[in-house]
Nanobody, 130 residues
Framework: QAQIAESGGGLVQPGGSLRLSCAVA?????????VAWFRQAPGKEREGISC????????YYADSVKGRITISRDNAKNTVYLQMNSLKSEDTAVYYC??????????????????????WGQGTLVTVSA
């Protein structure tokens, strides 16, 4: 009955690639819910790295990942993807997907707003190591 389920994490070498998936329950249509990706390493603050808006699919990327990560969505499958390339050891973290009904959850021009992201997945672990 999980409303959000992340998958695709695992062990990858530096410079490698992974594609994370965020499967969202059909009752939370991506036509109306913005979706964001966060990551958190032990002892570190949770960082909002990307989000995609419901209205027009515009995307936001944090400076730490810009140029290496692409967020996309398949509304028919109600799934959001995070393509990660040129991975670094610093990318090692648990990656979380979250959704929010409010258009303020993700504007595409600023960092995702935790205040309006009401539904969260349990996370998937990405480990970047040689």
């Amino acid at each position: 009955q999980a409303q959000i389920a992340e998958s695709g994490g695992g062990l990858v070498q530096p410079g490698g690639s992974l594609r994370l998936s965020c499967a969202v329950a059909s009752g939370l249509s991506l036509d109306y819910y913005g979706v964001a990706w966060f990551r958190q390493a032990p002892g570190k603050e949770r960082e909002g790295i990307s989000c995609i808006s419901a209205s027009d699919g515009s995307a936001y990327y944090a400076d730490s990942v810009k140029g290496r990560i692409t967020i996309s969505r398949d509304n028919a499958k109600n799934t959001v993807y995070l393509q990660m390339n040129s991975l670094k050891s610093e990318d090692t973290a648990v990656y979380y997907c979250a959704a929010g009904r409010s258009p303020r959850s993700c504007t595409g021009s600023s960092a995702p707003n935790i205040r309006y992201l009401e539904v969260w997945g349990q996370g998937t672990l990405v480990t970047v190591s040689a």
